[in-house]
């Protein structure tokens, strides 16, 4: 079955970095698409970034573009959110995401918090 386990959250500093990793495993991962959620408290699910399966063009959403970088390693079946520049508007459940036969699957989620 799909499983997508997420990593590498915690508490950073306005300005830090963090390594987001989330790892697949139950599905041909190369063949895949995969992207990056996030929903902060009181707010809907948004998406942050996306990588497709072939070429591994890549799409952010514009608050996050020029800080963020999605990339994966087909060989270890990860996908990786690097983020950089972090601000308190940052802070949220961050999840992955696959679409495999039009049925969604996501993580479990980590918790990324930004804060002096």
């Known amino acids: 079955q799909v499983q997508l386990v997420e990593s590498g959250g915690g508490l950073v500093q306005p300005g830090g970095s963090l390594r987001l990793s989330c790892a697949a495993s139950?599905?041909?991962?190369?063949?895949?698409?995969m992207s990056w959620y996030r929903q902060a408290p009181g707010k809907g699910r948004e998406l942050v970034a996306t990588i497709t399966s072939t070429s591994g063009s890549t799409n952010y959403a514009g608050s996050v573009k020029g800080r963020f970088t999605i990339s994966r390693d087909n060989a270890k079946n990860t996908v990786y959110l690097q983020m950089n520049s972090l601000k308190s508007e940052d802070t949220a459940v961050y999840y992955c995401?696959?679409?495999?036969?039009?049925?969604?699957?996501w993580g479990q989620g980590t918790q990324v918090t930004v804060s002096s």
């Open positions: 139950g599905f041909t991962f190369s063949n895949a698409a």
């Open positions: 995401k696959t679409t495999r036969a039009r049925y969604d699957y």
